[in-house]
């Protein structure tokens, strides 16, 4: 699948490295989720982790066919790395 980045979108990425994000997208185990954003935009989240494990949230949206958009990404909370770890002992 391809991803695309808009300049602000690699500049807002705060102690996380673009290789990082792409290693979550691209792992054997991702848990898309939809969700809006904070202007009200629905977007996709991928809960992942890198190969270092890692784990993030990275937010995308379909630009056309197979095309995503990379709007974001972030480490996951405490509760929500909870909720994770419980997806993947279950898969």
């Known amino acids: 699948m391809p991803y695309e980045w808009d300049d602000w979108a690699l500049a ?3 102690g996380i490295a673009p290789h990082e994000v792409r290693q979550a997208l ?3 185990r991702r848990w898309p989720r939809r969700a809006v ?3 009200g935009v ?3 989240t991928v809960w992942s982790r890198t190969t ?3 784990p993030l949230i ?3 949206y379909q630009v056309a066919g197979t095309t995503w958009r990379i709007i974001g ?3 996951m909370t405490d509760k929500e790395l909870i909720e994770f770890s419980h997806w993947e002992a279950t898969r």
Do not use: I, M, N, Q
């Open 73 to 75: 990404a972030r480490d």
């Open 52 to 54: 270092a494990g890692r």
């Open 42 to 44: 629905p977007v996709l």
């Open 12 to 14: 807002a990425l705060a």
């Open 26 to 28: 691209a792992a054997h």
């Open 58 to 60: 990275v937010a995308v």
């Open 37 to 39: 954003s904070a202007t």
